[in-house]
């Protein structure tokens, strides 16, 4: 599950640094890309050479060190995370981390990140048994981090009790489980269609729009991973579709999308429409390329089909459909309105002004609104993160139709 995952993990300074070398060098062989952030004191255990070695990647430590890599580092892995294992995690980061101090660059990056933190506590026994940790701790997991609880046994400074880092093999586990979701989706048929479509005005020029597809593509890999046969039709994108599809259908316009979509709908138990679909065409496709001394041109457009709308109207009971609406203004009401035109159970609504959301990022910040007017609205998160909520909701609120 680990496969193409971007981890960040984090190293701070306890005598079990050294271990952390292992859980890079685990991560990496699962197939993660792995991203190391050292604190000052980690750098007393162990080179940051050694995890650049490993890891293959630039470690980051120094907020103040001129630019090579990151275009300000600490946003870029904050990004960029699938997410973040801090191992070992001393007494002073977990206190840090849970009161939001920011001043270096793990805990500025820890502060910036919309990732799944994982903290693996790692010292002195009374140190991990104090009240102020343990409340820290609590901290931490009442925001949702999770905790990968300390092993027992005999530690460095020479007593015997909780606060050992647990095996390498552990750690990477952990992540690997947190990737692996229940198969909730099995035997059903899942259609979802990405990309923008592309509409051609002669043989080299097409009208397009900024989607990349990543939010379909993340939302078919969920649906896939959970079981479910997933059958994605995509306009052109530079992703490599996910693995474990049963489908995948290439398509550049919508008129090729709506054929691909409408063929295998009787079949579908859920539908989820992440495509920006073009709503105009060129009514004519010049036989050949427009040669620029034809001076000024014109051209005429005509309205492409509404593939969801269309599947609206053929929805059938049990059948579950899921739109997008990419909007600038005012989103709720725009949103809920095409919920109700399309006649769809569920809109995933997202302001793509805002910074973080939308087309060509690696994140988005949505919300969720139901056929009976509940709108959840979740925070930003990894397009991947945010297609596990949208999945667990739309099969949570429809748990008696599944
Ligand atoms: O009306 P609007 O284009 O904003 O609605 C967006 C939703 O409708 C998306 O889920 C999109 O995939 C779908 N759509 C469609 N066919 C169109 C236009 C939009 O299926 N021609």
Known sequence: MLDGKKIVLGVTGGIAAYKAVEVASRLRQAGAEVHVIMTRAAKEFVTELTFREISGQPVASDMWAPVTHWNVAHIALANLADAFLIAPATANLLAKAAHGIADDMLTTTLLATPAPLFFAPAMNSRMYGHPATQQNIATLRSRGAHIIEPATGHLACGTDGPGRLPEPAVLVKALDDF?????????????????????????????????????????????????????????????????????????????????????????????????????????????????????????????????????????????????????????????????????????????????????NTETNLAKLIARNGTVEEFPLLSKRELAARLLDRITEKNKAEL
């Open 179 to 359: 990737f692996r979701p229940e198969k909730t989706l099995a035997g059903k048929n899942v259609l979802v269609t990405a990309a923008g479509t592309v509409e051609p005005i002669d043989p080299v020029r097409y009208i397009g729009n900024r989607s990349s597809g990543r939010m379909g593509y993340a939302i078919a890999a969920e649906a896939a991973a959970r079981g479910a046969a997933v059958t994605l039709v995509s306009g052109p994108s530079s992703l490599t579709p996910p693995e474990g599809l049963k489908r995948f259908v290439p398509v550049e316009t919508a008129a090729q999308m709506r054929e691909a979509v409408l063929a295998v709908f009787p079949a579908i138990d859920i539908v989820i429409k992440a495509a920006a679909v073009a709503d105009y065409r060129p009514m004519t496709v010049a036989p050949n390329k427009i040669k620029k001394d034809a001076g000024e041109i014109t051209l005429r457009l005509e309205k492409n089909p509404d593939i969801l709308r269309e599947l609206g109207q053929r929805k059938q009971p049990g059948q579950i459909l899921v739109g997008f609406a990419a909007e600038t203004e005012n989103l709720l009401a725009y949103a809920q309105s095409k919920l109700e035109k399309k006649n769809l159970d569920f809109i995933v609504a997202n302001d793509v002004t805002k910074p973080g959301a939308g087309f």
